[in-house]
């Protein structure tokens, strides 16, 4: 059983028109990760939540924001995609921040028209 | 910051023969993990390294964990056409706040049936 699980699996938004993406986990994972991905390139972390505690990089742009109502949600939303925003998004948890990113959800394939 | 070496970046075998790749690094790890990412779906975690030297099977996988702590290899025995994804390499320091991970650029197999 899938215990990452990412809504929707395919998003199609338009150029500047908000969208968000949902991932839930049923492990009880402390942390929960968002990841960008494009096409042939590497995961690349945007934020991350250790319980309530945000935490943005440094590189992630403000258009990228997250909320996490409760342990087992949480969302990414952009608030006015670009087209340069189209990329696959990756929701990952983790026990603790010591310990790695163990399950991944299937992803979110975003395409901005 | 940390980057990562990942080679090849892609590889095209011919189904039963073996596989190998590795990762190098500028600086050191404390983790190195290997994901196995199909197409269209998230990293699936294959082994995970804790201990310089340390030598890890999952099945037809094995990894290690470089003496350095600056370099990890992943081979593949008799590959099947179920192997072909992208292999990412992974390294994790552990402590303070340089817990995230920096992943290689990937690996593309093929396998010919």
């Known amino acids: 059983d899938a215990m990452v699980i990412q809504n929707p699996r395919y998003q199609v938004t338009q150029f500047g028109k908000p969208v968000t993406l949902s991932c839930s986990q049923t492990l009880n994972h402390n942390v929960m990760y968002w990841y960008q991905q494009k096409s042939s390139q590497a995961p690349k972390l945007l934020f991350h939540?250790?319980?309530?505690?945000?935490?943005n990089e440094a590189d992630t742009p403000d258009n990228f924001q997250s909320r996490r109502p409760n342990t087992s949600f949480c969302f990414l939303d952009i608030r006015s995609p670009g087209l340069g925003d189209a990329a696959m998004y990756l929701c990952?948890?983790?026990?603790?921040?010591?310990?790695?990113?163990?399950?991944f959800g299937a992803g979110t394939r975003l395409s901005v028209l | 910051g940390q980057q990562l070496n990942q080679s090849p970046q892609s590889m095209f075998i011919q189904e039963g023969e073996d596989v190998s790749m590795n990762c190098t690094s500028s600086s050191i790890f404390n983790t190195w993990l290997w994901y196995k990412q199909d197409p269209g779906e998230g990293p699936v975690l294959l082994i995970a390294?804790?201990?310089?030297?340390e030598l890890t099977s999952n099945g037809r996988l094995t990894a290690q964990f470089g003496i350095t702590r600056k370099d990890s290899f992943l081979n593949i025995s008799a590959s099947i056409p179920s192997d072909v994804g992208i292999y990412f390499c992974a390294g994790q320091n552990s402590g303070g706040s340089n817990y995230k991970l920096t992943f290689g650029k990937g690996t593309l197999l093929t396998v010919n049936p």
């Open positions: 390294l804790y201990k310089a030297g």
């Open positions: 990952a948890t983790s026990r603790d921040l010591d310990i790695h990113p163990r399950n």
């Open positions: 939540y250790y319980d309530k505690d945000f935490n």
